[in-house]
């Protein structure tokens, strides 16, 4: 089992940016506004010779019971609850504050191992800080920059003896024997209910959730098994309209929702039943097709919809006409508060990941190409007809085919959206995006063949 640490402190002392620098990459989001980081947010760490878990927490505050940075607060908690050892940071230009020292006496009474990060040490300012850090219980604080990279190796002999050491060979073993997971994003406007239908699938309260609107501002990746199966699970921050989107905060949540939908192999657009499929709703799933992603629509909060029958109907009439490129794509209706149909929606997710990765023999799809042409042949073009000759896969995730002929070059578009819909129906492949390029074959003997 892999060694936890959970990196913890009030707002704005470089959490995030420490986090960054043990995972090797910006996962987490960076900004000077305090209080950016609200969910925990869980990377594999490595220093040196160490691997360990590490969680980037949101800031310790004081806060009444009941609101939004009490329930911040609560995630931190169970994310030190869980934790093998905690990193207490402090932004020791600041000084020690009461806040600060509250906080170590709460994780003092915990009894698990602390290590105290004094951040932000890059210049003689610091200096004062650190002989007052002293006063926190926590012995010799680790003087530390974690944006400049500055007292890692006194970071390293610190965790040492509490991280168990891994050889590489038992590393590689691990990681070729792991089944690769499912890279899933959840997606959506606001308070569509993303992350409630998170929490519903993981079976715990494992983000924040309430009637605020944009409580999710990071793109937070959990690892996750669905009856033996993984995942890698994505809940993004609500993508609202771009012009609508002002303040730096949510530009930046706004980018790490667009990579986690790029790095996906499966989206899952939230809809609200009761604003069902605005024109966001159709820009967020044109987005998908556009990346070439799998799409599955879930349809939320479906318990408060009256006439269920006809907006199902007016539903799936919309997406025929406004998404003609994933036609037939799994459309879910289900209650993420109360837990309703997680089951047909985790099986739509895996049906589309399986036709997302479809592979078709190439005899296979010559036959097709033979009969649907031979049923409905190319138009006439100035007298001429393009002659399909050959077909093949070129591609998957999505699925590509290239179709190699001549005259190809005057083929029109209704004619290849006939050629992608008879594969789709002959193939049984609904609900993902197919490519299908054109290669044209010269003949050398006829100019402008």
Same mark, same amino acid.
């Not at 190809?408 to 197919?434: A, C, H, M, Q, W």
């Given at each position: 089992?892999?060694?936890? %640490?959970?990196?913890?402190?009030?707002?704005?002392?470089?959490?995030?940016?420490?986090?960054?620098?043990?995972?090797?990459?910006?996962?987490?989001?960076?900004?000077?506004?305090?209080? %950016?980081?609200?969910?925990?947010?869980?990377?594999?760490?490595?220093?040196?010779?160490?691997?360990?878990?590490?969680?980037?927490?949101?800031? %310790?505050?004081?806060?009444?019971?009941?609101?939004?940075?009490?329930?911040?607060?609560?995630?931190?908690?169970?994310? /030190?609850?869980?934790?093998?050892?905690?990193?207490?940071?402090?932004?020791?230009?600041?000084?020690?504050?009461?806040?600060?020292?509250?906080?170590?006496?709460?994780?003092?009474?915990?009894?698990?191992? /602390?290590?105290?990060?004094?951040?932000?040490?890059?210049?003689?300012?610091?200096?004062?800080?650190? *002989?007052?850090?002293?006063?926190?219980?926590?012995?010799?604080?680790?003087?530390?920059?974690?944006?400049?990279?500055?007292?890692?190796?006194?970071?390293?002999?610190? %965790?040492?003896?509490?991280?168990?050491?891994?050889?590489?060979?038992?590393?590689?073993?691990?990681?070729?024997?792991?089944?690769?997971?499912?890279?899933?994003?959840?997606?959506?406007?606001?308070?569509?209910?993303?992350?409630?239908?998170?929490?519903?699938?993981?079976?715990?309260?494992?983000?924040?959730?309430?009637?605020?609107?944009?409580?999710?501002?990071?793109?937070?990746?959990?690892?996750?098994?669905?009856?033996?199966?993984?995942?890698?699970?994505?809940?993004?921050?609500?993508?609202?309209?771009?012009?609508?989107?002002?303040?730096?905060?949510? +530009?930046?949540?706004?980018?790490?929702?667009?990579?986690?939908?790029?790095? *996906?192999? /499966? /989206?899952?657009?939230?809809?609200?039943?009761?604003?069902?499929?605005?024109?966001?709703?159709?820009?967020?799933?044109?987005?998908?097709?556009?990346?070439?992603?799998?799409?599955?629509?879930?349809?939320?909060?479906?318990?408060?919809?009256?006439?269920?029958?006809?907006?199902?109907?007016?539903?799936?009439?919309?997406?025929?006409?406004?998404?003609?490129?994933?036609?037939?794509?799994?459309?879910?209706?289900?209650?993420?508060?109360?837990?309703?149909?997680?089951?047909?929606?985790?099986?739509?997710?895996?049906?589309?990941?399986?036709?997302?990765?479809?592979?078709?023999?190439?005899?296979?799809?010559?036959?097709?190409?033979?009969?649907?042409?031979?049923?409905?042949?190319?138009?006439?073009?100035?007298? +001429?007809?393009?002659?399909?000759?050959?077909?093949?896969?070129?591609?998957?995730?999505?699925?590509?085919?290239?179709?190699?002929?001549?005259?190809?070059?005057?083929?029109?578009?209704?004619?290849?959206?006939?050629?992608?819909?008879?594969?789709?129906?002959?193939?049984?492949?609904?609900?993902?995006?197919?490519?299908?390029?054109?290669?044209?074959?010269?003949?050398?003997?006829?100019?402008?063949?």
């Amino acid at each position: 089992m892999a060694f936890t %640490l959970a990196i913890v402190g009030r707002p704005n002392v470089g959490k995030s940016t420490l986090f960054n620098r043990l995972v090797g990459r910006r996962l987490a989001l960076v900004d000077d506004t305090p209080g %950016l980081t609200r969910d925990r947010r869980e990377g594999e760490g490595q220093l040196g010779d160490l691997r360990f878990t590490v969680i980037d927490t949101a800031g %310790l505050e004081d806060a009444a019971p009941r609101t939004l940075a009490a329930r911040m607060r609560a995630q931190t908690e169970r994310a /030190v609850a869980a934790a093998d050892a905690t990193l207490l940071v402090i932004d020791v230009r600041a000084g020690v504050t009461p806040l600060d020292r509250d906080f170590a006496n709460w994780l003092r009474k915990l009894g698990r191992p /602390v290590i105290l990060v004094a951040n932000k040490c890059e210049s003689d300012a610091a200096i004062p800080g650190l *002989a007052e850090a002293h006063g926190l219980g926590f012995g010799e604080p680790i003087a530390l920059s974690a944006e400049h990279a500055l007292g890692l190796g006194e970071l390293h002999a610190a %965790l040492a003896p509490l991280v168990p050491t891994e050889t590489m060979e038992t590393i590689e073993a691990a990681e070729t024997e792991a089944p690769r997971p499912i890279k899933l994003a959840i997606v959506g406007r606001p308070n569509v209910g993303k992350s409630t239908l998170v929490n519903r699938l993981l079976g715990e309260e494992r983000l924040l959730t309430g009637p605020e609107p944009g409580i999710t501002r990071d793109a937070i990746a959990i690892t996750w098994a669905w009856r033996g199966r993984p995942f890698l699970l994505v809940d993004t921050a609500g993508l609202r309209k771009k012009a609508r989107v002002s303040d730096a905060m949510e +530009r930046l949540s706004t980018g790490d929702a667009l990579r986690a939908i790029r790095a *996906a192999q /499966v /989206v899952v657009l939230v809809l609200d039943a009761t604003m069902m499929l605005e024109k966001q709703d159709l820009t967020i799933a044109s987005l998908v097709i556009d990346e070439g992603r799998g799409l599955v629509i879930a349809v939320n909060k479906w318990d408060l919809i009256e006439d269920s029958a006809a907006a199902l109907r007016k539903l799936r009439d919309r997406l025929e006409i406004s998404l003609p490129q994933v036609k037939g794509v799994a459309c879910i209706t289900l209650s993420a508060l109360h837990g309703k149909k997680l089951d047909a929606v985790m099986g739509a997710i895996l049906k589309t990941h399986e036709a997302w990765n479809t592979e078709l023999p190439t005899p296979q799809l010559n036959r097709w190409l033979a009969g649907v042409t031979e049923r409905h042949p190319p138009p006439l073009v100035q007298g +001429r007809r393009a002659r399909l000759r050959f077909m093949r896969q070129v591609g998957t995730r999505p699925p590509t085919f290239a179709i190699f002929g001549g005259k190809l070059k005057t083929l029109p578009e209704d004619y290849l959206r006939y050629l992608t819909n008879s594969l789709r129906e002959t193939f049984d492949l609904p609900g993902i995006v197919l490519r299908i390029v054109l290669r044209q074959t010269e003949n050398p003997y006829v100019e402008g063949a």
